[in-house]
């Protein structure tokens, strides 16, 4: 993928979309070392990072998230998710946040030269044609490495660049410490069992 050192660089990540690839990949991403990252592929004029919040629930799992990235360099748009019911009577909550990073990123279109999308939503395909209009490179960051893919081929097809998620989780992944505790549990008890055995025997 082609950075440049002098070019100016901005952040757009839809959390849900982001958290979602990730997921299904078995990646979790740190945001410090994603950050890190693209601080030093060129001048990082800004990083939004976009999610919807349930307001009515006592503790949402992402508020600490949401605080953290405040305090640490990104600035977090949010908005109240819509809960309904589906015809199933499943409860959903809807938190589009399209309309959001279109007005941010037009905005900012001016005043950088490359753009960096954390989605695969093909509804953003015409804004990543309009901001390209503009004289701004646009990578997307999503994956292919899933089935079906994450990415829409639409969007795809409009990047500049595609940038594959499991590919940059290399470097701005978090290590896969869970498993590593479980397995070292999982041996701790094996032992412990032989050892029963032995004095059984």
Known sequence: MAFYKTERLALF??????????????????????????????????????????????????RPLVDWLQYNGFKVVTKPAKEFTDASGRRRVKGDMDVEITVDMLGLAPHVDHVVLFSGDGEL???????????VRVSVVSTVKTSPPMIADE???????????????????RPPRQPQMQMQMATAGAGGHDEDDDEED
Do not use: C, W
């Open 13 to 62: 990540i839809d959390g849900a979309n982001l958290y979602s690839a990730g997921k299904t990949l078995g990646v979790e991403v740190d945001y410090r070392k994603l950050l890190d990252e693209f601080r030093h592929r060129g001048q990082l004029i800004r990083a939004y990072y976009y999610t919807a919040l349930i307001e009515n629930d006592d503790y949402s799992p992402i």
């Open 155 to 173: 969007l795809r097809r409009a990047a500049d660049t595609f940038i594959e998620l499991a590919d940059l989780a290399e470097l701005v992944g």
């Open 125 to 135: 395909t015409r804004l990543v044609t309009a901001v390209q209009e503009k004289g």
